[in-house]
């Protein structure tokens, strides 16, 4: 690992393991796509007008920033008139998309200047938008660097352990978080979707998958020639393809809940 890439890992390592409640910048939380993607409930926990603004997970756990790692598959220009980019970002269980314009100039000069594929390691705020009458979320970021594979992996590893501490403390925990999800997202709740997707990501490392979503002891990797049928090559089911031209055109136009 190079020595920028290492200092950025430890560093955000160190900041999400501070205390949550102290002063100042909010700690970045780790997750992957499966999960980012489906926390479309965005709130505040004060009346203050600067006060922060949280995403809610539905392991139970909210994020005011993201720290992600992934691969920048392609980058387009969605602007009517001024540059707008929308970078695809893809990790082990899903695709996200960070989006970048003129107030996130630094991030958009990188954008602007990257030769996908490439690893990247970024730290973004979410937003949510409406399109036909379905919630999208949408990473807005705050730092975005190029790192190598030995940094993607270890990111990998360490949200497979972050989010499986979650979905165990889930079902006896008596977190107003924990309480929130299971009110806010109902009967579409399901952790089996969020177990199935470190699933994805263990095999993505090679790890063994310990347990199915129904519990049960479960094969190891690589003992199934066929384990990655119905995959393309972004690493999405076939049947989960996104119409990135429409959701490019709507994300253009919306007023992001900030």
């Given at each position: 690992?190079?020595?920028?890439?290492?200092?950025?890992?430890?560093?955000?390592?160190?900041?999400?393991?501070?205390?949550?409640?102290?002063?100042?910048?909010?700690?970045?939380?780790?997750?992957?796509?499966?999960?980012?993607?489906?926390?479309?409930?965005?709130?505040?926990?004060?009346?203050?007008?600067?006060?922060?603004?949280?995403?809610?997970?539905?392991?139970?756990?909210?994020?005011?920033?993201?720290?992600?790692?992934?691969?920048?598959?392609?980058?387009?220009?969605?602007?009517?008139?001024?540059?707008?980019?929308?970078?695809?970002?893809?990790?082990?269980?899903?695709?996200?998309?960070?989006?970048?314009?003129?107030?996130?100039?630094?991030?958009?000069?990188?954008?602007?200047?990257?030769?996908?594929?490439?690893y990247v390691?970024?730290?973004?705020?979410p937003s949510?938008?409406?399109?036909?009458?379905?919630?999208?979320?949408?990473?807005?970021?705050?730092?975005?660097?190029?790192?190598?594979?030995?940094?993607?992996?270890?990111?990998?590893?360490?949200?497979?352990?972050?989010?499986?501490?979650?979905?165990?403390?889930?079902?006896?925990?008596?977190?107003?978080?924990?309480?929130?999800?299971?009110?806010?997202?109902?009967?579409?709740?399901?952790?089996?979707?969020?177990?199935?997707?470190?699933?994805?990501?263990?095999?993505?490392?090679?790890?063994?998958?310990?347990?199915?979503?129904?519990?049960?002891?479960?094969?190891?990797?690589?003992?199934?020639?066929d384990d990655?049928?119905?995959?393309?090559?972004?690493?999405?089911?076939?049947?989960?393809?996104?119409?990135?031209?429409?959701?490019?055109?709507?994300?253009?136009?919306?007023?992001?809940?900030?």
């Open positions: 690992m190079n020595e920028s890439s290492s200092e950025s890992t430890s560093s955000s390592t160190d900041t999400e393991n501070n205390d949550s409640g102290r002063q100042g910048r909010q700690v970045a939380k780790r997750a992957f796509a499966a999960e980012i993607n489906d926390a479309t409930h965005v709130f505040k926990q004060s009346d203050k007008e600067r006060a922060p603004n949280f995403a809610l997970l539905p392991s139970g756990e909210i994020a005011n920033r993201y720290f992600i790692v992934g691969t920048v598959t392609e980058v387009n220009d969605v602007g009517d008139e001024d540059e707008y980019l929308q970078a695809r970002v893809v990790d082990p269980t899903g695709t996200m998309f960070v989006y970048a314009g003129q107030y996130q100039p630094q991030a958009a000069a990188f954008l602007s200047s990257l030769e996908p594929p490439a390691a970024v730290t973004a705020k949510t938008f409406e399109s036909e009458g379905e919630t999208y979320v949408s990473l807005r970021p705050e730092t975005i660097t190029h790192v190598d594979d030995v940094t993607r992996d270890r990111w990998v590893a360490e949200t497979i352990e972050r989010t499986e501490a979650r979905l165990d403390a889930f079902p006896d925990s008596d977190s107003e978080f924990v309480a929130n999800s299971r009110e806010q997202y109902g009967e579409s709740l399901d952790l089996d979707t969020y177990r199935e997707a470190v699933n994805d990501a263990r095999k993505d490392l090679g790890m063994d998958v310990p347990y199915s979503s129904d519990g049960s002891e479960s094969e190891t990797e690589n003992q199934n020639e990655d049928a119905g995959i393309n090559g972004d690493g999405e089911s076939e049947g989960e393809a996104v119409d990135e031209a429409e959701l490019a055109a709507a994300v253009t136009n919306a007023e992001f809940e900030e």
